[in-house]
Nanobody
């Protein structure tokens, strides 16, 4: 069983930056892919960015050049550095991990971009 706990959300002005963190706990040998998804009010959950254990990344077009995903395999942690934030980035951000072919989700952290 894997538990994921996100942190780092909050209120930020347009153009600002935030860094999200997600730590995995439990009896873990090695997590394969990790990532971040988001869900805005009235919309479906969508992919933001993913990263493999080897460091290969994938980004949604809407965040390319503004967001950077990274991970620390020793800590079973994944991070999302968000810059040049826009009001349309407002959403609940969820951490995701794939371990032994099962998908796990965190509880989510709110990011609000507003002046």
């Amino acid at each position: 069983q894997v538990q994921l706990v996100e942190s780092g959300g909050g209120l930020v002005q347009p153009g600002g930056s935030l860094r999200l963190s997600c730590a995995a706990s439990g009896t873990i040998f090695s997590i394969s892919a990790m990532g971040w998804y988001r869900q805005a009010p009235g919309k479906q959950r969508e992919l933001v960015a993913t990263i493999t254990r080897g460091g290969t990344t994938n980004y949604a077009d809407s965040v390319k050049g503004r967001f950077t995903i990274s991970r620390d395999n020793a800590k079973n942690a994944v991070y999302l550095q968000m810059s040049s934030l826009k009001p349309e980035d407002t959403a609940v951000y969820y951490c995701n991990a794939i371990y032994l072919s099962r998908t796990y989700w965190g509880q989510g952290t709110q990011v609000t971009v507003s002046s």
